[in-house]
């Protein structure tokens, strides 16, 4: 067991490493660490896996054990993304053990205790914490000690445990240090028009008079807004999103209506089962644009570069069966053929999948980056990160810029915030059908909710919440006490900016004023031309 060294010359912290693709393992690694040319062979040997956590300490050693924790089946179970925020906050917590002078399995109740001290609430610390961050990171401890209290590993656990009753009546044992702090959920709603506004200043490079900015250049500006807009009309989660392949896109056709439909991949889905979404015919003629546009472009550039050729993977694909369950079929560069269904593709191999062109092989993946090669799905939050600095920049009146905390000009979005508009759009919307275009009595309402179901389990289902409590409770609530059907009543006739069903701006500008975390440019705008006078 690793044991820390007290002589205090050591600085850094604990770092995490990831073991690549096997073809970048093999192929790569072993000409570059002489003596090492089997080291593949040697993972292999003890069960290493591409994608496993490699722990470092500040000594420039393995932990042994931590490493069997990364190759066990608890943590192998979660997805992509919790194995890497658990292993980076595993990091830090081994960090503060160090700087203690202690070995992670050495660890107390009370370290874990001044640890939460240091995260939360230490005016020393520059970067504190909230509730919700903690109970993760919480979750990480608790999941890496629970492992090792078990035989033959015997490892005292600090993270003291209470037993608690569920939501539906279960028992369940959750960490005795979880924050009273916690949001229920981070909720970030824009209007419709509100999003038109985002994408036209964030993204297309307008001014806040509506014209384009001159010199305004923007780096795949077609593929962003198309991603983005794609988003908004769908309530696809960013992976779900941003691993799509090119012949999953709804194709558009003469008379096919307002929306599309298209299907996600079990997957890269949170819940691992296959659901069909919609998405607006705009947004699918958008992303059509981009194919035919900037990404040929960049695709025609990677092949007379020879870009795909230096690939050290790739599976070209042969054949996309039809049927309930259909398959993905290919040859690899070794001439190995394979397949596999697509519902079970993930989207590490996904970014994998090439198609005979005209001109060459050409990427499946449907989002690529200006060089032609797949645009990873995380790679997305700094698209937004962008857009919404430029919307603060050109929207916020100069006197007003970072330092005043009561007043926003801006709108906010992340990728996750078109999810929730998504489901807000689509609550509000269904409501106002009900009531207003098909003109149903009371009566005639409750039937139809009989024989169809509420607006609440219609959006339940577009997002593809197992529970509708979860719709409720986490997307809807602030908005769930309104009077929807009074509103829509009395809902007047403003004009509004141009808007998906424009009709109901003025509905959307109400909720937003009558409910806390919606955003809407009707307050924003005009606060910031009084501001700005």
Known sequence: MLKPIRRGEVSVGWRVFWVPRDAVRGGVRGPLLEGWDDLAAREDAVGVRAGDPIFLSPDYRVDSLLSLYGQSNEFRGYTPETRRNYATDIALLLTFLWSRGKAWTEAESRDLED?????????????????????????????????????????????????????????????????????????????????????????????????????????????????????????????????????????????????YRGKVAAQVTRSKKQRTFYVASDAVGDIETYVDSSRAWAVRQAQQAGRYDRLSEMRLVTEVTRGLRPKVRWCDRNGVLGELELNRLPWQERMLLFAEGPHG??????????????????????????????????????????????QVYAPYATPHSARHSFALYMLVVLNYLMDQRYGLSPEERRDFRLLYGDPWFMVQNLLGHAQRETTVKHYLAPVADLQLRAMLATAGDDDVAEAPMPELDAVFARVARESEGIQDIDVCMRSAVSGAA
């Open 115 to 259: 640890f939460e001290h240091w995260r939360r609430y230490a005016p020393a610390n520059p970067i504190r914490i909230g509730g919700s961050k903690w109970d993760r990171e919480l979750a990480a401890f608790a999941s890496l000690y629970k492992w090792a209290a078990k035989p033959p590993r015997l490892v005292p656990n600090p993270v003291a445990m209470r037993q608690v009753m569920g939501r539906n009546g279960e028992v369940m044992t959750v960490p005795d240090q979880k924050a009273a702090d916690t949001k229920p959920s981070n909720v970030h709603w824009l209007t419709p028009r509100t999003w038109v506004r985002w994408v036209d200043v964030g993204l297309r490079g307008y001014t806040r008079e509506g014209v384009p900015e001159a010199g305004w250049v923007g780096r795949l500006e077609d593929r962003n807004v198309a991603f983005v807009r794609m988003l908004v009309s769908s309530g696809l989660r960013r992976l779900e999103g941003a691993s799509l392949l090119t012949f999953e896109v709804p194709v558009r056709h003469r008379g096919g209506g307002r929306y």
């Open 361 to 406: 092989p050409e990427p499946l993946w449907l989002w690529l980056n200006e060089q032609g090669l797949p645009f990873q799905p995380h790679s997305w939050e700094g698209v937004f990160r962008t857009a919404n600095k430029r919307c603060e920049r050109i929207l916020t009146p100069p006197k007003h810029r970072g330092m005043d905390p009561h």
